[in-house]
């Protein structure tokens, strides 16, 4: 079965393997898929993380899970995506929504590149909201 929409089934994936309690996860890659990664990567939300281009056509994205050394609790609390392929949503760089008040981040395509909400304002461009994670 083809995926409509890559991007809400690499968040599940995510989301369920975290509620499974599972330590890595593997999503089938793709350009914009890698660079959400390195987003999540460099924001703290995920241990580490590898691209394996070896494995079949498109190769794969291994993701180490990041949990709560003391409550065994995903870092990750909520990941969910805002634009779908039936109601994009676009924001200038002063509309872009703040994720609860900034704790969380805004993952934006914009025409310098996949960015976080704050690298987009900063950057004062605005772009397509893809999802928002905290």
């Known amino acids: 079965m083809a995926v409509t929409d890559p991007i809400a089934d690499y968040l599940t994936r ?5 509620q499974a309690g599972h330590r890595i996860v593997e999503i ?3 350009s914009l898929k890698k660079s959400i990664t390195e987003i999540l990567y460099n924001q703290g939300y995920i241990l580490k993380y590898m691209f ?8 794969l994205i291994r993701i180490a899970l990041k ?4 409550t065994k609790n ?19 760089a002063h509309e872009i929504p703040r994720i609860i008040n900034g704790l969380g981040t805004c993952i934006i395509s914009t025409s310098h590149g996949l960015m976080t909400d704050k690298q987009a304002r900063e950057a004062n461009v605005g772009g397509e909201l ?4 905290y």
């Open 14 to 18: 995510i989301r369920n393997a975290q």
């Open 28 to 30: 089938p890659a793709s």
């Open 52 to 59: 394996a281009d070896d494995e079949g056509k498109q190769g």
């Open 67 to 70: 949990y709560d050394p003391q």
């Open 74 to 92: 995903p870092v990750i609390r909520e990941l969910g995506r805002i634009s779908k392929p039936g109601l994009r949503k676009y924001a200038k």
């Open 130 to 133: 893809l999802c928002y994670i």
